[in-house]
């Protein structure tokens, strides 16, 4: 069986260095919280009209403005899983050291008024006691083929953290510049703790 060559999947192919942006993604990150820390970090990318359309076009086969479970199924093998070797654009580090991301869960694709979305779930289950934890989180592509939105206030959410001392902020991540130097990621920095218990 030929396989088919999408769109998606030249974007997201390993020989593409150096580009400038071909696609942009607005993202949307939601911290979500259990009672002992945090279970995972919840992406949404909302896609540009011209990619969303080009997506759309090859995976809708029906065209009826919804991707059942055999479509799904075919996005995510041709046009998703290939992420996990760029880690899924997403760069966390854990009081400083590196956080691997080798799978992510419950990855959806919606169609709303013709654009694509993507929602995903990457497992953190950290364990937050009453000293403080420091959590670096930046999206983007380094290849720059993809242009991500920066992290701001407004994309931020937290869910379930009512037992959770918690600041967020803003900054810009210059150690991590890519595409010759030219581009700083934002970053977003989350310190969180518990909250004393009697």
Not at 96 to 116: Q, R
Request: hydrophobic share 40%.
């Amino acid at each position: 069986m030929k396989l088919k060559i999408s769109a998606l999947i030249v974007i997201f192919a390993a020989s593409l260095l150096y580009a400038h942006p071909h696609v942009y993604i607005d993202s949307f990150v939601n911290v979500v919280c259990d009672e002992d820390g945090i279970s995972c970090i919840s992406l949404r990318w909302e896609f540009d009209d011209m990619f969303s359309q080009s997506v759309i076009g090859d995976y809708d086969k029906n065209q009826d403005g919804f991707f059942d479970d055999r479509e799904l199924k075919v996005l995510y093998s041709d046009a998703f899983i290939n992420l996990k070797n760029y880690e899924y654009f997403t760069h966390i580090k854990i009081n400083g050291k590196k956080y691997k991301i080798d799978h992510v869960n419950n990855f959806k694709a919606e169609i709303n008024e013709g654009i694509l979305y993507y929602d995903f779930d990457i497992p953190l289950n950290i364990k937050l006691n009453t000293i403080n934890k420091k959590i670096n989180l930046s999206v983007y592509d380094s290849s720059y083929f993809c242009d991500v939105s920066p992290i701001t206030r407004k994309s931020v959410s937290i869910m379930n953290a009512e037992n959770i001392n918690y600041t967020i902020s803003i900054s810009e991540n210059k150690q991590d510049a890519f595409y010759y130097g030219q581009i700083t990621p934002s970053e977003l920095i989350l310190n969180l703790r518990l909250k004393n218990v009697k």
